[in-house]
């Protein structure tokens, strides 16, 4: 671990390797778990503020859940997350074929809304924890994602590069020049 800023980061987006692979996972990572795509509460509001934009792009069971539970829920451990349909999908996920995709991330490419997505599924594999004097950045092994980390290997691009848009979204410019300095040294 090192201190960069006001985060605690883990070597191991720096040290493991990772790009989606989407032909393999089908986007997996949008329909399994036991849990909503963790949210910050100023995101809660843009899903509330964007859902009349994003609904058209929606599944019609997607729809139903967010309508019945709201466009976003307070999890088991008390955070905010995104609605789940019936437990297990994401309501935003439709599918292209048997791929599961962002409906919020449809809807911003087609240029209706300017969100792309929740920072926490942008940032995937990294998960971000929030502390009251710090944030703590790790990289999140997940099984569904063996298929990534190949290709990441494959292709030598670290956790940490993958993310870089992600990364810049929610830490800044700065931070992430200061990381790629930090890669830089641990490479030596």
Request: glycine share 8%.
């Amino acid at each position: 671990m090192f201190q960069l800023g006001k985060t605690i980061v883990s070597e191991e987006i720096l040290e493991k390797e990772f790009v989606c692979n989407l032909a393999a996972c089908k986007g997996a990572c949008c329909v399994d778990g036991d849990a909503g795509a963790p949210l910050t509460e100023e995101e809660t509001k843009i899903l509330a503020e964007i859902y009349p934009k994003v609904k058209p792009f929606l599944r019609p069971e997607g729809i139903a859940a967010i309508e019945a539970q709201g466009t976003s829920v307070i999890g088991e451990d008390g955070e905010f997350e995104t609605t789940l349909i019936d437990g297990a999908d994401c309501a935003y996920v439709i599918f292209d074929g048997k791929t599961a995709l962002c409906g919020i991330e449809q809807a911003c490419n087609q240029g209706l809304v300017d969100w792309k997505k929740p920072v926490s599924c942008h940032l995937y594999p990294i998960r971000v924890k929030e502390f009251s004097d710090f944030s703590a950045v790790n990289y999140h092994k997940w099984h569904i994602c063996d298929d990534a980390c190949s290709l990441g290997k494959e292709l030598e691009v670290p956790v940490y590069k993958f993310v870089k848009e992600a990364l810049v979204r929610k830490f800044g410019a700065e931070w992430f020049a200061e990381l790629e300095k930090v890669a830089e040294e641990h490479k030596k």
